[in-house]
Each structure stands twice: as structure tokens, then as C-alpha cells.
């Protein structure tokens, strides 16, 4: 139940902000380093990604769970370099103002690929593949 929760509560979490690459889009410009080609289209899509992999986590049952999660957390590891660029810039977006706030919050991108693949059942499954408890498909 608790993962359950917990895979609904990354799910607000990615719809609120793909929805918000669409309302607050300079907000999410911030983030994209100057030598991404087209900016605004980047944003773009990485908002629809975002809303995708929300309702994907909502709607996905079953054995595809596990492997939804691995790709949840690949998506934060590939979009981080823009919250280290936005760190490293200086650019104040989403109320981060000060180079502490900007750098706290480069903590928080590890603990959404934790939460992506602990509420998806993805770090139980991988740890019980490599201990032989569960039987591999070959």
C-alpha cells in the first residue's frame, strides 16, 4: 500500500509539472543550457514526457510497473545536467533565488530516482534478479 501511495504521489508530481511547462514555460528555460537547440521546444517536450510517465504511472499494472520505474528514473537523470546548469548559471526559476536554494535542490534529483524506482517495485525486483530469488526468463 505504501508503494502504492507513493508511485500516485510521483505521479501529482509529474503531471503538476508537465502541466507547468505549459503554463510557467520561462520558469522551465531556466534550466535548459544555452547549447540545447531550441530552447522552447525542449521544454516542450519534456513537458509532454513528464505528463506521460505521470498518467504511465497511474495507468501501468502489472510486471510493465517495475520497468516503468527504471525509465522514471532514467528521465530525472537525463534532465539533471539542466538543474546543474541553472546552479552553475546562477538563474534564479521556481523561487530558487539564491545559489544555497539552487544547491539544495540539486539533492532532491537523487531522491526522485530513489522514490522512481522504490514505488515501482524496479529496485526490489533488480535486487531479488541478483540474489536468484527470482527466476530468470531466458
Known amino acids: ?24 514555460a520561462d520558469e522551465f528555460l ?16 519534456s513537458g509532454v514526457v513528464e505528463l506521460a510517465l ?25 534532465v539533471f545536467p539542466g538543474n546543474v546548469w541553472q546552479f552553475i548559471e546562477g538563474r534564479s526559476a521556481f523561487g530558487l533565488d539564491s545559489d544555497a536554494a539552487r544547491f539544495v535542490r540539486l539533492f532532491m534529483q537523487p531522491v526522485l530516482v530513489v522514490w522512481a524506482l522504490w514505488a515501482t ?16 526468463n531466458s
Open 30 to 45: 531556466a534550466q535548459v543550457p544555452p547549447w540545447m537547440p531550441a530552447p522552447e521546444a525542449v521544454v516542450a517536450v
Open 121 to 136: 517495485g524496479a529496485w526490489a525486483e533488480w535486487r531479488a534478479r541478483r540474489t536468484g530469488a527470482v527466476e530468470r
Open 1 to 24: 500500500m505504501a508503494t502504492l501511495i507513493a508511485r500516485l504521489g510521483l505521479a501529482a508530481i509529474l503531471l503538476i509539472a508537465g502541466a507547468g511547462h505549459f503554463v510557467a
Open 54 to 78: 505521470g498518467l504511465a504511472l497511474i495507468l501501468v499494472r502489472g510486471r510493465w510497473v517495475p520497468i516503468l520505474g527504471w525509465v522514471v528514473a532514467a528521465f530525472f537523470v537525463i
